[in-house]
């Protein structure tokens, strides 16, 4: 039998097969719409674009966390479409505000992505970018809040910026009035124990005299170990530390133990005077005290706090008694 | 007596009076701290301290450097050429940001000790899949190895947060400032077992030199010697970077310096570097605390300068060598 033959001699067979061959694209042509179908409504997912605040067309980025919490405290939270990644108060408000950057260092694409009108800064880590932005033209406001005494004149200029300014001078007032009776409320408090400031658990990092800690703790009514120290932050060795031999240690740094713990167990350091009498205190909200932003009165309120206390358990301690 | 047995005399002899110099030099002023009082007392301890750190671990990375420029024979060869330091930090870095670091003072040491031991262990077996080992083999490997770590290093770092992020920036800038005796009397006893291996096979080192093919038709055992070498320079390396952070160049220039001064013999060069790496790190640590005091410098920044211009002038002598007909 030839082929042609045994090809005709089984029709079914072939019937079968050809229409095997034409239900597959079939198949494959609907699996492809399905496919199609499910990524454009996914990509349409992605590329939803949010409404338009109401009030305004105004739509910012914040690029620092105390810029977010000054705009939030001026009510024009709902304003913010983008913030950074370490923005966390108030939770409330930021948990719906979409993230995009890191402190000072924005993400250009989903920075873009949310449209935004204005983008707020304080530092940039590129200043290239405020360059980028402006030529996409997307104003970037540069707002000066890096020390204790620029905060007021922050907020006011964002109250300007975003219609705030009622909300924005009334509480810019405040914190300046509260500053200003924390300032004679030290000058006036006789004891005023010596404080070295710590920014990290295993390195000895301290902060100089301009440091936005430092202002905080004196206004407190402390001193700190670092006041002769021009540089912000920086790292000093352990000789100098037990050198100073400080009153009492201020951990600014999240740590799973009690502070006391890490630094008795260390040579040189246990055998300071403050870790020796147990005089090692850390801060309940390191933000406040860290963030020059609208809850500083709370920060200065909370160091103040840590040192009364302290006063209290060592009354009858002198608060600076003679240095060896 | 001949010159380099003179100069090794003379090392033997300079060498704990800039120990004991160094002792005396800190940011609090030159001289010994008064010992009647808890201050004066608390400044001695950690100047002792210190030093101590600053020696072993100089000398355990002098030391391995050199071991590893005979085996590898070459000269561009360093602890770290195997992917220990790499390995090191991320082990240190996984410590940092799980936050085991916090929990316990030994956890970042022995993070950074476990996966640098681990890291080599791999290297070796990978390059040693033929049954021998090929210095060019173990360097491309290690070179590999390197690279893979410090990305995935690097990927730990892009999701760490602020604090972790100057924790793990610090400590790969190294430090010699240890938080207690017993660590470093551990790592003590780590390097000291290494040294005691290393001092052992001087004379398959000097045959070593030679080539691994000419060292098998002397009677060295070259199945048993490298790996045994490779072995005790890394656990040297890994236990120094466990205790003090990436410090770099000490392992490159010393063993070179001083191949020049006391010749490739081992058995001179080995205990001269052993000493000498240990007083150069002690020297440069010494300078980190004094130069900007109170402000202390990495001590990484100063080996690295004069590391840096050494090994440039290395390179760049070799590529003539090279060169030349």
Redesign the interface.
């Known amino acids: 039998m030839t082929a042609a033959g045994q090809a005709d001699a089984c029709p079914s067979r072939r019937s079968a097969s050809n229409e095997t061959r034409n239900q597959k694209p079939e198949t494959s042509q609907w699996r492809r719409v399905i496919v199609c179908g499910l990524s454009l409504s996914l990509l349409t997912a992605c590329i939803r674009q949010d409404p338009l605040p109401a009030d305004s067309g105004m739509r910012l980025v914040s690029t620092a966390p105390h810029l977010t919490e000054c705009v939030c405290a001026i009510g024009a939270g709902h304003l913010l479409v983008g913030r950074t990644a370490t923005c966390d108060h108030p939770p409330e408000v930021v948990s719906e505000i979409p993230v995009t950057g890191d402190f000072a260092v924005p993400w250009l694409e989903p920075l873009l992505a949310v449209r935004p009108t204005h983008v707020l800064e304080t530092v940039l880590s590129d200043p290239a970018l405020r360059d980028r932005l402006t030529a996409l033209n997307i104003p970037v406001v540069h707002v000066p809040c890096t020390r204790l005494d620029q905060i007021p004149d922050a907020l006011r200029q964002l109250g300007v910026l975003c219609d705030r300014s009622t909300r924005a001078n009334q509480l810019a007032d405040e914190i300046q009035s509260g500053i200003e009776s924390a300032r004679q409320a030290a000058s006036s408090c006789q004891a005023r124990p010596r404080v070295l400031l710590l920014f990290a658990p295993d390195v000895p990092i301290t902060a100089g005299r301009n440091a936005f800690v430092t202002t905080l703790l004196e206004l407190a009514g402390g001193v700190s170990a670092g006041h002769d120290l021009e540089t912000n932050y920086l790292r000093v060795s352990l000789e100098w530390i037990i050198e100073q031999d400080p009153d009492l240690l201020l951990c600014i740094f999240a740590t799973a133990r009690p502070p006391l713990e890490i630094y008795a167990g260390q040579t040189g350091w246990r055998s300071l005077r403050a870790v020796r009498s147990g005089r090692v205190y850390t801060v309940t909200d390191l933000n406040t005290v860290s963030r020059p932003g609208p809850r500083v009165l709370d920060g200065i309120a909370q160091i103040k706090a840590v040192l009364d206390q302290d006063a209290e358990r060592f009354a009858k301690q002198s608060p600076t008694p003679d240095r060896p | 007596m001949t010159p380099s047995r003179t100069t090794t005399c003379l090392l033997l002899l300079t060498v704990p009076v800039v120990l004991i110099l160094c002792l005396l030099a800190?940011?609090?002023g030159f001289g010994l701290p008064d010992t009647s009082?808890?201050?004066?007392?608390?400044?001695l301890?950690?100047?002792l301290?210190r030093v101590v750190t600053g020696f072993v671990v100089g000398a355990a990375l002098a030391l391995s450097g050199c071991a590893l420029q005979a085996i590898l024979r070459n000269a561009l060869a360093e602890p770290y050429v195997l992917g220990v330091s790499s390995g090191s930090s991320l082990g240190a870095a996984l410590m940092i940001v799980t936050?085991l670091?916090?929990?316990t003072?030994l956890a970042?040491p022995a993070g950074a000790f476990v996966v640098g031991g681990l890291t080599l262990l791999l290297v070796c077996l990978m390059s040693g899949r033929a049954g021998h080992y090929s210095p060019n083999t173990l360097i491309l490997v290690g070179v590999v190895a390197s690279s893979m770590l410090s990305s995935l290093l690097m990927f730990v770092i892009a999701l760490a947060d602020?604090?972790a992020l100057?924790?793990i920036t610090?400590?790969m800038m190294g430090?010699l400032?240890?938080?207690?005796?017993t660590l470093v009397l551990i790592v003590t006893v780590l390097i000291a077992i290494s040294a005691a291996l290393l001092f052992s096979q001087t004379p398959a080192l000097n045959a070593l030199l030679l080539g691994s093919e000419t060292a098998r038709h002397l009677g060295v055992e070259t199945r048993i010697v490298l790996p045994l070498v490779l072995g005790a320079a890394a656990l040297a390396t890994s236990a120094a970077v466990s205790l003090a952070g990436c410090i770099g160049f000490v392992g490159l220039i010393v063993p070179h310096t001083l191949r020049r001064v006391v010749g490739a013999n081992h058995r001179r060069l080995l205990p001269a570097t052993t000493l000498c790496g240990g007083a150069f790190l002690v020297v440069c640590d010494t300078l980190a605390?004094l130069l900007f005091?109170?402000?202390?410098?990495p001590v990484g920044v100063i080996t690295a300068l004069s590391g840096g211009p050494f090994f440039l002038h290395l390179l760049l002598r070799n590529h003539e060598t090279h060169e030349t007909p």
């Open positions: 800190g940011p609090a009082t808890p201050a004066g007392r608390a400044l301890e950690l100047r301290l936050g670091a916090q929990l003072p970042l602020t604090l100057h924790s610090w400590w430090n400032q240890a938080t207690s005796w605390r005091a109170p402000r202390e410098i």
